[in-house]
């Protein structure tokens, strides 16, 4: 359909050195593309001056390509996307994390995917086809893959990665699954997928490759995997 | 739809009522020894053979798990580019 809109959606904190990149290759893979986007900016008071960066790059690609919705302090997620929908003005929205494990190479095929099957949701996923991870060890792979098969196991969601949260979704949907999903921190990517079956919605998938932080640290700690369990009951109960 | 949690108490209570019937002799069906031994252990066998596969298919997919140096050797080239092209654009490093 011509008149399509993509709307990014990038919650920042702290991702001063990671905001230029991401969004240079946003624009990079826009234009070359030729879809009508803007990246919606959503900085949670980031100590680290990410507000300034973002600032600097609103001049340079203009104020219709770069928009700044930043927050006071550090919010949960949930909001954080609420708090960017307000604001959007395109008929879909991508969520991504902006700290470059996300390509934005992936976008266009994002979209090629839900005109091709006329999706609700398109997820992007780790776990098939081409599809990977770059940085993480045997421990990380092996955890990863049992907590993935024990979920679909249990939850049976139709999609492969629910842990991900490099996605593309129609506005009202989205709208409606944030509203619906009270979990924090990944868990809650979990739950938006898993509700997004439960409400009857379409799901497709496009393999990704993740390229974990360059600049940063990540962590799998116990209390992540204590998360993931309690997390993983809770929809097993009410999903 | 019911949730998952119920799914499963439904299947999983049918299986040991049809289970527990026939151990216990509830049904009028008569077995012979060694099958009706089979059908005690019938539980353990599953469990046995379920644990066999999803040990397979964890290792195989943690095997098989791609590592996507490429992706990785592109995107630092990608970052340099990018920081060259938005200096000449006026955006400031510090």
Known sequence: MAGDK????????????????IVWLLVRYFTESGYDYEIIVIDD??????????????KIYGKDRIVLRPREKKLGLGTAYIHGIKHAKGNFVIIMDADLSHHPKFIP??????????????????????????????????ISRTANYITQILLQPGASDLTGSFRL?????????????VSKGYVFQMEMIVRARQFGFSIGEV???????????????????FMFLKGLLYLFATT | MIPKLFQWLIVLSVFISVWVAIVFDYVAVEFSKSNKQTIVLFPFYLLVVFACYSLAVIGYRVAT????????????????????????????FD
Request: net charge neutral; glycine share 10%; with cysteine.
């Open chain 1, 6 to 21: 993509y709307s990014v959606l990038l919650p920042t904190y702290n991702e001063r050195e990671n905001l230029p990149i």
């Open chain 1, 45 to 58: 008071g980031s100590p680290d001056g990410t507000l300034e960066v973002a600032k600097q790059l609103e």
């Open chain 1, 109 to 142: 095929e994002f979209i090629k995917k839900q005109k091709e099957g006329n999706y609700d949701v398109v997820s992007g996923t780790r776990y098939i086809g081409n599809g990977g991870v770059y940085g993480w060890d045997f421990k990380r792979k092996l």
């Open chain 1, 169 to 181: 979704y129609r506005k009202d949907v989205l709208e409606k699954l944030v509203k619906a999903c």
């Open chain 1, 207 to 225: 393999p990704i490759s993740f390229v974990d932080r360059v600049y940063g640290e990540s962590k799998l700690g116990g209390s992540e995997i």
């Open chain 2, 65 to 92: 798990f791609n590592d996507c140096k490429e992706a990785s050797e592109e995107l630092k080239k990608q970052i340099l580019e990018a920081k060259e092209d938005l200096k000449s654009r006026g955006f400031k």
